[in-house]
């Protein structure tokens, strides 16, 4: 049976960004070593380098394990379609005239949108959107306002 409502945040992405919620933290979820997986061969070239320079990142960031094969490679997948089809656009226009005259959109354009919105929600799942961004606290010196206001309150300073 589905879950309805939102889909729960990986851990992981929780721990990085503060866990902003102050909810318990799933302490059974499965814990796959933080290690990359190996970029499968059957990636196209432009899909194997946004592997390479994204892959570094979200190992580093402890979001990619093995077992996230097959998504982050579809994530890469789709990056390497969706620029093919905005380069295709870019060199060669989004219209065409028909023999009838009449202007029509080239394919490209729904290839491109297609793969934007499916490497979106690849996004959101790694957490690689500004949004997500925006509510990660990085680095040991960081202060999380509500903490720092506790302090304050319970007279710790």
Known sequence: MAQRGRKPKPTAL????????????NENEPKPERKAPRCPAWLEAEA?????????ILE???L???????????????YARWKE??????????MVRTPNGYLQ??????????NMKIMLRFCEQFGL????????I?????????????RLLGGED
Not at 64 to 75: C, I, R, S, V
Not at 105 to 114: D, R, W
């Open 85 to 94: 089809a905005e380069e295709f656009i870019t060199q060669h226009g989004a």
């Open 60 to 62: 580093q960031m402890g």
């Open 48 to 56: 194997k380098k946004e592997w390479r320079r994204m892959g570094k």
């Open 138 to 150: 990085a680095g040991e010196g960081a202060v999380d306002p509500a903490d720092e206001m506790e």
């Open 105 to 114: 959109q080239v394919p490209q354009v729904s290839i491109a949108q297609t």
């Open 129 to 136: 959107t500004p949004s997500a961004r925006s509510r990660i």
């Open 14 to 25: 929780k721990e990085f960004e503060g866990n902003p919620g102050r909810r318990p933290l």
């Open 64 to 78: 990619l394990t093995e077992m996230d094969m097959a998504a982050f490679a579809g994530y890469c997948q789709a």
